[in-house]
């Protein structure tokens, strides 16, 4: 699969939503970075930031800049260009035993129109570590009308899950799968909750 071809779609079938995890402690009908966040709700903040503090490296991505859009990691609300149940079944089908209940929501790609996007293709022969730069060429802006999805998991991805498994590793879901990142805030007022070990259209 070329991903670069999927990423805008001149014409036949759109693809028209983005995913992201339901948070844990989720108050109102918009999505706000996690650099919004630190505004808002300290305290918040701190929960939420406590996931880049499991790997001595990880804390770096506080600090990334995210090149075209000239922000950094943590200034973009970020977003699955999958259906999170694909995720789910490659996750199951090379053995991980997958937690059930993880709950997405499902998001109309409208309501991203307002704001500046871009997909990091998060290559994985581009890819050094959270502590290193972002290659400039796995950035590329889109028109979020013209955006199509993603109807697969890259076999880069399921060699990763398998691997880190099989050596008894905690390892990231997302791993070389292109994020959308969204830079502004983000309505769900009209996006639907689903289950990715759910199968759904």
């Known amino acids: 699969m070329k991903i670069e071809s999927m990423i805008m779609?001149?014409?036949?079938?759109?693809?028209?939503?983005?995913?992201?995890?339901?948070?844990?402690?989720?108050?109102?009908?918009?999505?706000?970075?996690?650099n919004k966040i630190k505004e808002l709700d300290e305290e918040l903040y701190?929960?939420?930031?406590?996931?880049?503090?499991?790997?001595?490296?990880?804390?770096?991505?506080l600090e990334k800049d995210i090149p075209k859009l000239n922000c950094l990691w943590n200034d973009v609300i970020h977003f699955l260009p999958i259906q999170p149940n694909l995720v789910y079944n490659a996750l199951k089908m090379v053995g991980v035993n997958a937690k059930k209940d993880l709950m997405f929501?499902?998001?109309?790609?409208?309501?991203?129109?307002?704001?500046?996007?871009?997909?990091?293709?998060?290559?994985?022969?581009?890819?050094?570590?959270?502590?290193?730069?972002?290659d400039r060429n796995d950035v590329n802006i889109i028109d979020i009308e013209e955006y199509k999805g993603l109807t697969e998991v890259s076999k880069d991805t399921i060699d990763?899950?398998?691997?880190?498994?099989?050596?008894?590793?905690?390892?990231?879901?997302?791993?070389?799968?292109?994020?959308?990142l969204s830079l502004g805030?983000?309505?769900?007022?009209?996006?639907?909750?689903?289950?990715?070990?759910?199968?759904?259209?």
Not at 160 to 177: A, H, T, V
């Open 9 to 34: 779609n001149k014409g036949g079938d759109f693809i028209k939503y983005v995913y992201h995890m339901v948070p844990n402690k989720m108050n109102g009908e918009t999505l706000f970075s996690l």
């Open 185 to 201: 805030e983000v309505s769900i007022l009209d996006a639907e909750v689903i289950n990715w070990s759910n199968k759904f259209e």
């Open 46 to 61: 701190k929960q939420y930031a406590k996931k880049y503090y499991d790997h001595p490296e990880r804390p770096k991505l």
């Open 105 to 134: 929501y499902k998001i109309p790609t409208k309501n991203l129109i307002n704001n500046k996007n871009a997909i990091y293709l998060y290559r994985k022969e581009n890819y050094k570590g959270p502590a290193a730069e972002i």
């Open 160 to 180: 990763y899950y398998e691997e880190e498994n099989k050596k008894g590793n905690r390892f990231g879901l997302f791993s070389f799968i292109p994020h959308i």
